[in-house]
């Protein structure tokens, strides 16, 4: 029996055997016994999912179709004249009483007119219509990062999840196999009830912690598959590894990126194309002038007359100024610089935020790495030789080797932690995104 708990305690000391630079990435093929899948399914690199989101997600696919709309804009507003010519045709069919009865003559009428607009309206146009298409583009590149973080974050929490389903797994093994051995001891005579009791309770409460994980992951791979436009039933499982690698990038560096960032410039064109808009209402009260030529035939047939004639229309701006376009384009105008003002205050608080959130995870990962893990994984062989020499029985074995689990666990936590804060920072700061060129 002896033998049976010190092979035991030799596996209670594997499960304190953590990596010191980083927790080891999930196998691929390898599923913990209780989540593995009926059917099998896809495994995604974080790559693959980016570029599936890419093609699949409804959001950027939205936003997209908006362009045909402003490239149909841009396009009317760069014409050479905006207000299309008017061509008129008319015919007259004349009834004339003479000495000798009714004369009827035919009469006819053409003309061509033509709007112009005097206020400077068409280079206005084009100023507008150009910024409010840059802008569209600047948002579709802020919703594709988005979409690209939103992806690569849930994939971080399935690759967490997997590994704590495997960590968990492990646990549940050891547990069980110690609850079965304390329960042999105490038929034995060696151990008391009360020490078969807490065995059981723990290999009991490792199966609840495997459940709930279990239960957090497919709730994950669902979002996942949810984002990535999966078909109905495909619950991908993710591929990678978990590291806090310091990243290659200032403080400074971020700030001056997210006064860069594809949201900040949509913002200033967005300004630019209602700022333009306003003078197109203010230029809207000149008149516009309309010119128009006519020519005819018109008389008897032996005197018959060509008529010329040239037509100059304006109309008079008496009632109407346009008020209404003119404060609705101011409105806008405003909007949009408060707008502005504000999310570049916001995304450099942001960053200056995630980036002191990023270094105290940095440092929580550190101490676990370099300071509690090896405590407890010494602290796991003193107690072995303790157990052996019969100075503590296998429950405070056990006690060890749950503090050698938990720290496993804020581990996993603190990376999955650590990869969505900076996810979040390179977000907020516009820095070029994993997969993409700077």
Not at 244 to 262: E, I, T
Not at 409 to 422: E, K, P
Request: hydrophobic share 40%; glycine share 6%.
């Amino acid at each position: 029996m002896r033998t049976k708990s010190l092979a035991l305690a030799g596996a209670l000391l594997c499960l304190s055997n953590i990596g010191q630079a980083q927790v080891p990435a999930q196998k691929p093929g390898v599923l913990p016994p209780e989540t593995a899948p009926i059917q099998a399914q896809p495994r995604l690199s974080l790559a693959e999912a980016l570029a599936l989101a890419e093609s699949a997600s409804p959001t950027l696919r939205l936003k997209m179709a908006e362009l045909s709309a402003a490239e149909g804009q841009r396009a009317d507003a760069g014409a050479w004249l905006y207000n299309n010519p008017q061509l008129s045709v008319d015919q007259t069919r004349r009834s004339v009483p003479s000495t000798t009865g009714s004369e009827r003559r035919s009469e006819w009428g053409a003309g061509l007119s033509q709007t112009f607009e005097v206020g400077g309206q068409p280079s206005y146009r084009r100023e507008a219509t150009s910024a409010a298409l840059t802008a569209l583009r600047l948002e579709i590149a802020d919703v594709r990062r988005h979409v690209r973080a939103e992806v690569a974050e849930r994939h971080t929490r399935v690759l967490a999840l997997q590994q704590r389903a495997d960590t968990e797994t492990q646990a549940l093994k050891l547990f069980d196999d110690t609850a079965v051995a304390v329960q042999r001891r105490r038929q034995a005579g060696e151990d008391t009830r009360l020490d078969a009791n807490v065995a059981r309770v723990e290999a009991e409460r490792a199966r609840n912690q495997l459940a709930q994980i279990q239960e957090q992951l497919l709730e994950a791979r669902a979002e996942l598959a949810k984002q990535l436009q999966l078909p109905p039933g495909s619950l991908p499982m993710a591929t990678g590894e978990l590291s806090a690698q310091r990243a290659g990038y200032s403080l400074d560096a971020l700030l001056a990126s997210a006064d860069n960032q594809p949201r900040a410039g949509a913002l200033a064109a967005r300004e630019t194309s209602a700022a333009a808009r306003l003078k197109l209402e203010r230029a809207s009260t000149y008149p516009d002038v309309t010119v128009g030529l006519n020519v005819g035939r018109e008389g008897p047939g032996a005197a018959r007359e060509r008529l010329t004639t040239l037509t100059l229309s304006v109309p008079l701006p008496l009632f109407k100024r346009n008020s209404a376009g003119i404060g609705a384009a101011q409105t806008e105008l405003t909007q949009v610089q408060i707008e502005r003002q504000a999310a570049q205050r916001d995304a450099r608080a942001s960053v200056s935020s995630l980036w002191a959130r990023l270094a105290s995870l940095e440092d929580r990962i550190r101490r676990l790495q370099e300071s509690v893990l090896p405590a407890l994984a010494d602290n796991q062989q003193l107690s072995i030789k303790s157990q052996q020499a019969g100075q503590i029985g296998l429950l405070e074995l056990i006690v060890v080797s749950r503090q050698s689990l938990d720290a496993r666990r804020d581990l996993i936590d603190a990376l999955a932690d650590y990869q969505s804060t900076r996810i979040a920072l390179e977000l907020a700061a516009g820095w070029p995104q994993e997969g993409t060129q700077p």
